[in-house]
């Protein structure tokens, strides 16, 4: 079910209403069948993998904490295995059969393994590292093992954060659906702002530059390069608009019932350094790699060659976890290059970034920008070739050539308008802050007007479902 459609805000209304109508009880089994209904809008039958990784990591749980020695790491890994093979087998078999098949070609061997005709299940990725975290905290003795195994399927399954995440710890959200949550009027009007001002940036914003973006990744080689770097810098408000958006709706839902979700991200564009690029995106992801790869490699604690390779690796699993495509194995790879050279840039020229000057915090902030939208491309473009193409069409920029008629200039001014007044809020306005009723309901109105007026509706899936 997407959060951009009419689907979605009857379901977010029928099924708000009737939780704060019901006990501790009723409200675990309602939104337990809300979020497997919430789930199977978009492909029944993979209901069954949720349920089968659910059970696997429910009684794997309560099975490490009554054991001792080896048997708890035995049965951590047959929980890991579990959830990865899955992951592995619907998201990566295609992917390493291909790169089989092209390597046995250069020796001149047939590769008979089958293609599997399968589609992958919508944020597999999310909901299988949610569910590993579980375990993984368990073993580690910092989280009780779950008893109810109501209580923890709907850990897996809560559905505001299901497919996209942010990826929750089981210390966060366990206890909190534990808890009978009372109505509280200011979380509902946070709460109703947030996923209003996160539908603004999808269907506004995002959707609204995707019609640029689209046309100029599409047969990259037949654009030129003004309209090219264009789409680029469209690209990487569309995609951060697009995400952010999904989780401020996600996180907003959940806060009207009273349950906090973590932050996800906090205005990463006005980020002064690559790592902080990466402490203020994503933050549930790049903090479970943090927590579950980095620090288990070695961390910081084996010198400095393991710690750059450790970043290295970590940088390269997350990008093949966002899909399954040397594009995505290239971005970030980037990203970890650029952290590596960060660090050395940090370790030999202590001093460099003593200045507190406003220039200075402006040319880190711009120097990091830039960066981060040029490794869009490998994100954003369909195949190595078309990025490479990419870059070398930007390259030969001419300022004499025309943009395309996709837009016309009153649309083009708009979007950079768009952009602007997003900025001006992530720099200026961080969150919605407590408002009184009148104030509440005349800025939620405002929003759901702009939203109506100036939104682009194709029920467009968000980016991130795909992962």
């Not at 005349?442 to 899936?461: A, D, E, H």
Request: contains cysteine; charged residues 15%.
């Amino acid at each position: 079910m997407l959060f951009n459609s009419a689907h979605f805000i009857v379901f977010f209304i029928i099924v708000t209403t009737a939780y704060f109508s019901l006990g501790l009880k009723g409200r675990l089994y309602l939104l337990l069948f809300a979020s497997c209904y919430f789930y199977m809008v978009f492909r029944p039958i993979y209901i069954l993998i949720l349920f089968f990784t659910i059970v696997i990591d429910y009684y794997a749980g309560i099975w490490i904490e009554q054991s001792t020695g080896s048997k708890r790491k035995l049965l951590l890994i047959i929980s890991l295995i579990s959830n990865i093979g899955i992951l592995a087998y619907f998201k990566y078999f295609n992917f390493l059969n291909q790169n089989l098949t092209h390597l046995l070609g250069y020796f001149k061997v047939e590769n008979n393994i089958p293609f599997l005709e399968i589609l992958l299940p919508i944020g597999l990725s999310f909901h299988t590292f949610q569910a590993m975290s579980y375990t993984i905290e368990v073993y580690r003795g910092k989280q009780p093992a779950e008893q109810h195994f109501g209580v923890y399927a709907l850990y897996v399954m809560f559905y505001p954060q299901l497919v996209a995440g942010p990826i929750e710890r089981p210390q966060n959200i366990l206890p909190q659906l534990k808890t009978f949550q009372k109505y509280d009027l200011e979380n509902v009007k946070s709460g109703l702002l947030l996923m209003a001002w996160g539908l603004f940036k999808k269907v506004v914003i995002a959707d609204r530059l995707a019609l640029f973006v689209d046309y100029a990744y599409n047969q990259p080689s037949e654009k030129n390069g003004l309209t090219l770097l264009m789409a680029t810098f469209f690209y990487t408000f569309q995609i951060y608009c697009d995400f952010s958006g999904y989780s401020d709706i996600a996180i907003g839902s959940a806060r009207v019932m009273g349950y906090n979700l973590m932050e996800n991200f906090k205005s990463p564009y006005f980020s002064g350094s690559i790592s902080e690029f990466w402490r203020r995106w994503h933050i549930s992801l790049s903090s479970w790699f943090r927590d579950y790869l980095y620090i288990p490699l070695g961390g910081n604690r084996k010198g400095i060659t393991r710690k750059y390779l450790g970043l290295f690796l970590v940088f390269m699993v997350s990008g093949l976890w966002h899909g399954a495509k040397w594009t995505f194995v290239v971005w970030g790879s980037l990203h970890g290059i650029y952290l590596i050279l960060a660090a050395l840039r940090q370790s030999l020229l202590p001093d460099f970034a003593i200045s507190k000057s406003r220039l200075f915090s402006f040319l880190n902030v711009l120097a990091t920008f830039i960066i981060v939208m040029f490794s869009w491309v490998f994100f954003r473009a369909s195949g190595i070739f078309d990025a490479t193409q990419i870059f070398k069409k930007i390259a030969q920029l001419n300022f004499a050539d025309e943009l395309p008629n996709i837009m016309n200039t009153n649309e083009l001014i708009f979007s950079f308008i768009l952009i602007f007044a997003l900025l001006l809020k992530e720099k200026f306005y961080f969150s919605f802050r407590p408002l009184g009723s009148i104030q509440f309901g005349i800025l939620f109105v405002f929003l759901l007007f702009l939203t109506y007026f100036l939104g682009v509706f194709s029920n467009q899936q968000f980016i991130y479902f795909q992962f």
